[in-house]
């Protein structure tokens, strides 16, 4: 956002190494539809604020199961979690340092586990007690173990190599703020110099956001594919040039030139997504001199 001394003061910045960034920034916490990329409630706060802090206060919707990276890993979150809403559950990879006991086998890569609560979460919420139980699964895959913890316990109902399968839509996420922040900003910073003003304009963002995707929706129901195949970038730009330039015609005719849209509907949905050749590797650091040979002849 621009840099203002309300600004600054009021929302703060990233911290570096050496020094913050230089100019102040919005922290947002997201809970996002991994089917439609539908924005289904979101917290805003100051950069001081931990991401876990804002999550707590997000409203989970019921017969929900929500996708959430290790950072979230927090006994008490993840409890408070499941009583927000009848029947909201949670699924995210298990930390590798992860401590617990097995109380039941229910085959030889799925077991119900106990875990030790810490000493300071107990400290935090007497309430917790000793111990929080949950479900741990092991999937093989491409030649790895990954293993996921779950708040799902029927291992009957809820399948492991199903579950697995699911956390691959945690990715879906990312994609929804690239929309964002690339599409639909074009990759500008808020206009707003008052942090009243910010959290106005960045609700206007969500909202407008949310608007474009709900049509996306009904666009590739008509298409009859997943509303994740519509091209985001151009059917947004169709959508609001229909709110652009048809508004100077008679209202009545909205209806018609929205059917004309919704026939189009094919021309916006993407090619499947193709499986990758290649595993996800780290990048070599570039170096600014060559190496010394150990001989020069």
């Known amino acids: 956002m621009p840099y203002t001394d309300e600004n600054f003061a009021h929302f703060g910045s990233s911290k570096g190494k050496t020094a913050d960034a ?13 089917a439609t990329h539908e924005i289904i409630d979101a917290q805003i706060g100051s950069m001081d604020q931990g991401e876990l802090t804002l999550a707590s ?6 017969h929900s199961i929500t996708l959430f990276d290790r950072a979230y890993f927090s006994a008490d979150f993840l409890i408070g979690w499941q009583k927000r809403a009848e ?5 995210m990879r298990a930390k590798d340092n992860l401590r617990y006991e097995i109380v039941k086998r229910n085959s030889q890569h799925d077991f119900h586990i106990r875990m030790p609560i810490s000493t300071r979460a ?18 093989e895959q491409a030649g790895k173990i990954r293993r996921y913890i779950t708040s799902l316990i029927d291992s009957k109902r809820y399948l492991l190599l199903a579950l697995a399968k699911l956390y691959a839509q945690r990715w879906e996420i990312e994609m929804c703020y690239r929309e964002i922040k690339s599409n639909l900003q074009e990759g500008k910073h ?18 407008a956001y949310n608007i474009l ?15 994740l195949r519509m091209s985001f970038h151009i059917t947004s730009i169709a959508i609001l040039n229909l709110l652009k330039f048809d508004s100077l015609a008679s209202a009545g005719n909205l ?6 849209l919704m026939e189009k509907s094919k021309r ?5 997504k193709r499986s990758r050749n290649y595993p996800r590797v780290v990048k070599g650091k570039p170096q600014k001199y060559p190496k010394k040979c150990q001989s020069i002849s």
Not at 22 to 34: E, G, I, K, M, S
Not at 57 to 62: D, E, I
Not at 255 to 260: G, I, Q
Request: net charge positive.
């Open 213 to 227: 995707r709900r049509q996306m929706k009904y666009i590739a129901q008509r298409a009859k594919v997943s509303p």
């Open 57 to 62: 206060q997000l409203s989970p919707c019921s």
């Open 87 to 91: 029947e909201s559950h949670w699924l």
């Open 268 to 272: 916006y949905v993407l090619p499947k």
């Open 190 to 207: 808020l206009r707003s110099k008052q942090p009243a003003l910010i959290y106005q304009e960045l609700w206007g963002v969500f909202i």
């Open 255 to 260: 209806p018609k030139h929205l059917e004309s």
């Open 22 to 34: 230089p100019y102040p920034q919005v922290r947002a916490t997201c809970l996002v539809n991994a």
């Open 122 to 139: 107990k400290k935090l919420n007497p309430a917790l007690g000793d111990y929080w139980e949950a479900r741990l699964i092991e999937v």
